[in-house]
């Protein structure tokens, strides 16, 4: 079973093989697309080892700083051994260093940190999170830093 969670149904990959997991409810009626609990479970979609290939499509940042780690250690369980975690995200580092080489304007760093009508609450490092991952026994086969965006494949076992 593979996973997509995603912020809207903009980011969903319609076909038989991803289920699409919307942290906003999705406007367009599609049975593809279902939206994601407030808690961020989803055990009735997928039991613990169960899941092969588990995208995080910026999704990080919606997740409330107390809860972070804790949903992570969540959604690492569903994957199972030899499984793939596809991590995509906004590097907080990198978002304070284009601002202050004044590579982005005060609008653009107001838009990434705190989105629009769409809370924002968390950011992590692509750094802290590769640790992350690796303490939790996870393998990183890539890790990507586009601009202020990063990118992180990693394997389960």
């Not at 590097?91 to 601002?99: E, G, H, R, T």
């Not at 107001?110 to 490092?125: D, I, P």
């Not at 026994?137 to 990118?151: A, C, E, Q, R, W």
């Amino acid at each position: 079973m593979k996973i997509r969670i995603i912020q809207s149904e903009d980011n969903a990959i319609l076909g038989k093989d991803y289920m699409n997991l919307c942290l906003f409810p999705p406007t367009k009626e599609n049975v593809q697309i279902q939206p994601l609990s407030p808690n961020f479970v989803f055990d009735e979609y997928a039991c613990d080892s169960e899941v092969t290939e588990l995208q995080l499509i910026d999704v990080i940042e919606f997740i409330p700083t107390e809860l972070l780690l804790a949903t992570l250690e969540y959604f690492l369980h569903k994957i199972r051994n030899k499984g793939t975690l596809i991590l995509v995200g906004t590097d907080a580092l990198q978002i304070c260093k284009q601002f202050a080489y004044r590579n982005i304007e005060l609008e653009e760093l107001n838009f990434v940190l705190y989105g629009t009508q769409l809370k924002k609450q968390s950011m992590m490092t692509l750094d802290r999170m590769v640790s992350y991952l690796e303490k939790q026994g996870f393998k990183v086969l890539k890790k990507d830093l586009s601009g202020i965006f990063y990118t992180i494949v990693a394997t389960k076992g």
